[in-house]
């Protein structure tokens, strides 16, 4: 009997007693064999033997443990290679015996269960036919002969056990009363919850007494007879109340006794003064896609929108696995598992999907006592959102505010095959492990990399996830990512990149699944020309731009990353922590449009009240770059000034405002705008800042070496176009003709950096008498290129500035 398939042997053998690595001259390890011992059977096993078998397979995987901890000790990265592949290939071949183990086990307990079960009716002496259990599909109307032929059958057998119980109840259930949720999965908590969700008699629990009598029967059949003294509410017609469209309205009615239990109180009366919160009523479109009517409670402070336990299940969605906590007052926290994704509507032609944690209730009666209208000044004909405003009832949902946490929320705009994306798991761990064994190697890189997270994490912008499998309503993606170094810079000196196109062979990638949207940015050219005609330049960049917008939720989990906890996990440092980002995120081919599409919002809210910074935001910002200029210092502290402001009511700050009139800098920096870093060195020396990656010296307000386009490298492009054309390899020797050419441009190169163009082009003074543009163009067998350049007539100079130049080969 052969458990799971033949494994393969490796190259590499290990000795378990010691845990030193020799040389292995043999087809198997010792690992190896011990699995093959134990995955080969000649006759069935008992319990004891399967419960053996699997205690012993326990310590050959924590052996393979240890000797994977100690191959990073003793093995070179090449040797390690081979290792982890063989480790990894025991590894995968010990968890299907497991499996497979523990599905006997489980077999046999069945087994034994129903030997117990017929050993019991062993003394009937009628053979009966096999019964069949009951269904309960969650209609009312079924609920009294299910509970009664399951009771019997089931319910008060002693043989069975509450595991056995629970498990036929599972089975008997469908439809929308499979989707019961329950306190713990437990059969006592199950049956509870399906009786008193069908019992008529749960309508007491609600005290709907008498106002009058206080019998058990509504008010108005002693309406007649005998009118409240206390309570008086404003008549029905007056106060209109949402109709379902399908004619189903689910109506929980109010209750008069305030819950002593209920900590909060959302309707106080101090004196004569009264506070009311804000409810509504919505409809909420169930599992047959029939419309509810549903108290809501309107939460400003909330993030995240709830649902009750009860409610849920009379709608009867499907509910997802999650792992979240709720925090509420003097840190309470609430843990959720479950939720559900439901569309609302006001009752007209808006309607919105959101999700919906579950929560076992969100508060207390709302009002916590009747009100009287009598005593209230309510301003005549207007519509209520909630027709019974003043009657004490219990809430359905929550519903929070848009923003999260005053942020903009955006999501991925997703093609119509995402339901081809692949988790890219494999892909993730291979680049991961590789970057653990630099940490190892290098451990300084290992904590600058965890103090990132470290800050991303306790700033919001990610999240550990709890519960690694994968979610069935939306995609799931992890990305591979490494460091990225830039020594020349101030702030930032290390980067986390994440590669959002590695996919695993025949699989797309989450940038192939995701629309990379229109290009919103402005030309570029057009931007440095207008760059060039200011008298005073200004420079700015958003700090931490795509970090501050927030990511739906239904999209994190595609932005999903490993990490290995080191610190915490010494003896086993692959085993990874998964994270997800809440945040937009730089690597994803969309960020950049949904960082331009949110940036105009806030542009387009301002534009009257502050039209020439909006207009500064709509035409020179690029990507997260502020690149603009003015004629004075005045405008220019305005505009930076405003533009802030607006940079500000979008959760975005705008930083590292520099500019070629140290005036200026100087009045940024009593006004309290972040300025450009000083030197290390020497806090008086400006260092050289970049322009779209065009070194710019502010002080003399010039630009050095050039890519953009100012300059050509016509040189270098043919030497490449040439060895091209002859066909030559990286690894050939240059010609001596070429070679000539290239030691020649090779010594001339430091001289580039000596290059001076002026950033300013044309004074806006009013000095300039005559201004002219030359334009010269030429052409060879090899290349042709065109250059222009601004001529501008002074008072006492004339001044000629290269404007731009073009070559193509």
Known sequence: MLLSPPLRG??????????????????????????????????????????????????????????????????????????????????????????????????????????????????????????????????????????????????????????????????????????????????????????????????????RKCRVCNANHNSLLLQNKCAPTDIRTTPKQNLPSPQSSSGVIYDPSPATIINPQTATCLYNEIGEKSILLSTTMVKVQSATGAWLVMNAILDSGSQKCLCSLEASNFLGLEKYSMNSTIVGLNGACISVRKRISAEISNGSSFKRKLNFLIVPKITGCVPTQPLDLTKIKLPPNITYADAEFNIPKRIDILLGVRFNSGRYEVGFPWKSHTQELNDNFSVAEKRVKSLTRRFIRHPTLY?????????????????????????????????????????????????????????????????????????????IFHLIISFRLNTIAITADIERAFLQISLRDEDRDAVR?????????????????????????????????????????????YREQYPAATEMLDTCLYVDDVISGADDISQALKVSKDAETIMKNASMKLRKWNSNDQTLMRTWEREGLETHPRHPDDSSKIPSSKVLGIPWDVVHDYFTIDVKGLLQLDTLKCLLQELWLRKLSWDDELPPDIHAVWSQWWLELPFLSELKIPRKILDSNGDSSEVQIHTFSDASQKAYGAAAFLRVKHKDRVSVDLVTSMLHL
């Open 10 to 207: 490796q190259g590499i053998g290990l000795c378990l007693s010691c845990h030193e690595f020799e040389p292995s001259t043999t087809k198997d390890p010792p690992c190896r064999g011990a699995i093959n011992s134990l995955e080969n059977v000649d006759s069935p096993l008992n319990q004891v033997e399967i419960r053996t078998k699997l205690a012993s397979l326990s310590e050959v995987k924590a052996k393979i443990d240890k000797l994977r901890t100690e191959s990073y000790r003793v093995l070179s990265d090449e040797e390690l290679m081979d290792f982890e592949t063989s480790l990894d290939s025991m590894e995968v071949d010990a968890d299907n015996l497991e499996v497979s183990l523990n599905t006997l086990l489980e077999s046999s307990n069945v087994d034994t269960s129903e030997l117990s079960v017929k050993n019991d009716f062993a003394n009937y002496n009628v053979k009966l036919p096999s019964i069949n259990l009951p269904e309960f599909s969650g209609q009312y109307i079924d609920w009294l002969q299910f509970k009664s032929q399951f009771v019997s059958l089931i319910h008060d057998n002693a043989c069975l056990s509450d595991s056995q119980k629970l498990y036929y109840l599972q089975s008997a259930l469908k439809g929308h009363a499979k989707q019961l949720q329950t306190v713990n999965d437990s059969y006592s908590s199950l049956f509870e919850a399906l009786e008193g969700h069908h019992l008529i008699k749960n309508c007491l629990k609600l005290n």
């Open 447 to 523: 904590i600058q990399f965890s103090e990132i997270l470290k800050e991303y994490e306790s700033q919001g912008i990610i999240e550990r996830v709890l519960e690694t499998e994968k979610p069935t309503d939306r995609a799931v993606f992890y990305l591979p990512h490494q460091a990225v170094f830039r020594q020349e810079s101030l702030t930032t000196k290390m980067r986390i990149v994440f590669d959002a196109s590695s996919h695993e062979d025949g699989q797309p990638s989450l940038n192939d699944c995701i629309w990379s949207g229109e290009n919103l940015n402005p030309n």
């Open 561 to 605: 990353f490993l990490f290995p906890d080191i610190r915490s996990n010494q003896t086993d440092p692959y085993k990874f922590q998964v994270y997800r980002f809440k945040r937009v995120m730089f690597g994803v081919n969309v960020s950049p449009f949904l960082l331009s599409a949110t940036i105009k919002h806030p542009i387009e809210n």
